[in-house]
């Protein structure tokens, strides 16, 4: 059974930086594309970055050119490097894998993933 295992987060002021690892276990990780999403206060879920099986990448517009996504499939980690930070950016952040290998439709959406973190807290202060 596949489990997902998030660290990285924490507080920190405005303009920081922060990196959050999402550790897989389980086979066939090199397969799956992956997501983070996070959540705030009294707030949705929404989706924030997502990287294909082959290393394409998606974003929400709100961290276009401060966040990156990445993975090391050898180590079956995805990355989400984050520069700037802002405190609109404080939330829990979860990583999830997609239920489908290889496909990256609508990854945007919660419900194309089917595997979930427990979370990670994110602070950040003005």
């Known amino acids: 059974q596949v489990q997902l295992v998030e660290s990285g987060g924490g507080s920190v002021q405005a303009g920081g930086s922060l990196t959050l690892s999402c550790t897989a276990s389980?086979?066939?990780?090199?397969?799956?594309?992956m997501g983070w999403f996070r959540q705030a206060p009294g707030k949705e879920r929404e989706f924030v970055a997502a990287?294909?099986?082959?290393?394409?990448?998606y974003y929400v517009d709100s961290v276009k050119d401060r966040f990156t996504i990445s993975r090391d499939n050898a180590k079956n980690i995805v990355y989400l490097q984050m520069n700037s930070l802002k405190p609109d950016d404080t939330g829990v952040y979860f990583c999830?894998?997609?239920?489908?290998?290889?496909?990256?439709?609508?990854?945007?959406?919660?419900?194309?993933?089917?595997?979930w973190g427990q979370g990670t807290q994110v602070t950040v202060s003005s």
């Open positions: 990287i294909s099986s082959d290393s394409i990448t």
């Open positions: 389980g086979r066939d990780f090199n397969k799956y594309p």
């Open positions: 999830a894998r997609r239920a489908r290998p290889y496909y990256t439709g609508r990854y945007y959406l919660m419900d194309e993933y089917e595997v």
